[in-house]
């Protein structure tokens, strides 16, 4: 497979919400089906094997990435907001 370089797939956006921050919107990371794919692989990979029952996801971010880390480790997804 080959690498991707992740950080090219998010977009900044800078000065959102206000003047100094800079906004990285990850839609462009999520419309990329290898990059996705990298990204979700190598969270789980970091976990595997450490007895990781449940995976958290903060609000919607979290949600998207939380929940196919918790399938790929064979783990329940708990939702926050």
Not at 40 to 52: C, L, M, P, T
């Amino acid at each position: 497979m080959v690498r991707i370089d992740i950080e090219s797939l998010i977009t900044d956006i800078p000065d959102y919400p206000q003047k100094g921050v800079v906004f990285k919107d990850i839609t462009t990371l999520l419309s990329d089906s290898e990059g996705f794919a990298q990204v979700i692989d190598g969270i789980a990979e970091h976990f595997a094997g450490k007895g990781v029952t449940k995976v958290m996801g903060a609000e919607a971010r979290g949600f998207m990435i939380a929940a196919p880390v918790a399938y790929k480790l064979g783990a329940g997804f708990v939702p926050a907001r």
